[in-house]
């Protein structure tokens, strides 16, 4: 049977994600659009989305948070090109993204010593292996296959390396330890549904640390440089940016993190994504024909949900395009790199309600693509 209700909001993407249930562009503060982004109300909408990040997330004393370029990725490839090459590196990867970094380290800055562990689609590799006394890095949440580490625990509290997270699809959905983390990376395009184009670059310490007292050998690019003579630039941590913002996408951030407070904050935006799970786990047992990517349930990210399902390549391409063209979920494709099959968005903006409602009519598109295509 065709179920008769629609989710009321039929953005399922994995980036950018769904804005959050009640966002009006209208309602945005936009008195610092049409300024200079290094004016008092600039400066100051650029701090605050800086210290509200720290504050929300509750990150440790000393920590530093920064706004950066290109989104996600500018983060990242800045970490990585102005601290790696003091020390080897060991690199976790188990899908595209993550394969990404290991193709900067390798080919483009060209380390040697480098030792990378992987595993396929659906799983972890052994994080065991990791050496403390070397650089790791890894992303937290791999988006593109639904698979998370589970925690911190393989993390050495007296490491002598740093350790570099990408968490674009983790933070504000997934409890991280912080004192474990160095550097920490994430794009407002994700958990909050906010807008791309714009990084936050996390740091501890000891990255901090780093920073002053190694110079990469290779030459850095002006929107990657985060010292000056030798000293962090930390202007940039207290909304100094290297260049000019996009004040809207700062404006749009704000709201966002508004938003997280007025829900009673992290705790809250990591309620909202477990319990999105949830419906797809229930949905899964349900179904013997749809199962999880991720192997084990441990494992299972709470937003880039991957599921596979019992139908060829070509059916489940007209299965997402049928879901797409009813108006009931846009963008749930699985990523181009990854296996075929399903990738649902259970961010903190997607309402629980619209994934119950998807539910019915994943049964529906999937017997309608059996029997007719
Ligand atoms: C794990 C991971 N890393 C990096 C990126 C790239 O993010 P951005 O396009 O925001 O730079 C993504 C995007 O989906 C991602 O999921």
């Not at 994995?14 to 966002?23: A, N, T």
């Not at 992987?118 to 994080?127: E, K, M, N, R, T």
């Not at 990376?185 to 906010?194: A, E, H, I, M, Y």
């Not at 296996?339 to 309402?351: D, K, Q, S």
């Amino acid at each position: 049977m065709k179920p008769s209700t629609r989710p009321a909001n039929p953005n399922f993407s994995s980036g950018p994600c769904s804005k959050r249930p009640g966002y009006e562009i209208s309602s945005l503060n936009l008195t610092t659009l049409g300024r200079s982004h290094r004016s008092a109300p600039g400066k100051k909408a650029l701090e605050k989305a800086c210290l509200e990040t720290a504050s929300i997330l509750d990150l440790p004393t000393g920590y530093r948070v920064g706004i950066v370029p290109a989104s996600d990725t500018g983060a990242m490839e800045m970490a990585m090109w102005s601290l790696l090459g003091a020390r080897p590196v060991d690199i976790f990867y188990w899908e595209s993204f993550g394969k990404g970094w290991l193709t900067d380290i390798e080919q483009q800055l060209k380390l040697d010593n480098v030792r990378s562990f992987s595993a396929p689609y659906g799983h972890l590799p052994d994080l065991g292996l990791a050496d403390p006394d070397h650089d790791i890095v890894f992303a937290w949440n791999g988006t593109t296959s639904g698979v998370r580490v589970p925690d911190g625990d393989w993390i050495s509290a007296d490491r002598g390396g740093l350790t570099i997270c990408d968490a674009t699809s983790a933070v504000f959905a997934m409890p991280l330890p912080w004192e474990k983390l160095d550097v920490v990376t994430f794009s407002w395009q994700k958990v909050l549904g906010g807008e791309g184009a714009h990084g936050i670059l996390i740091l501890s310490p000891r990255a901090v640390e780093r920073l002053e007292h190694w110079t990469p050998p290779w030459p850095l690019p002006k929107i990657f440089r985060l010292t000056k003579n030798g000293k962090l630039n930390e202007g940039i941590f207290k909304g100094s940016t290297i260049n000019t913002p996009s004040m809207l996408c700062v404006a749009d951030y704000l709201d966002t993190l508004a938003w997280v407070r007025s829900l009673g904050g992290q705790s809250a935006t990591i309620a909202r994504c477990r319990q999105n799970l949830a419906v797809i786990e229930t949905f899964v047992a349900e179904n013997s024909w749809i199962d999880f990517l991720a192997g084990d349930p441990a494992t299972r990210s709470n937003t880039s949900v991957c599921l596979v399902l019992e139908l060829d390549d070509e059916r489940l391409s007209a299965m997402v395009r049928l879901l797409d063209e009813q108006g009931v979920a846009h963008d749930i494709g699985a990523y181009r790199d990854a296996p075929a099959g399903l990738r649902i968005w259970c961010g903190a903006t997607v309402e629980k309600s619209d994934l119950e409602l998807l539910m019915p009519w994943l049964e529906w598109a999937y017997q309608h693509t059996k029997e007719h295509c």
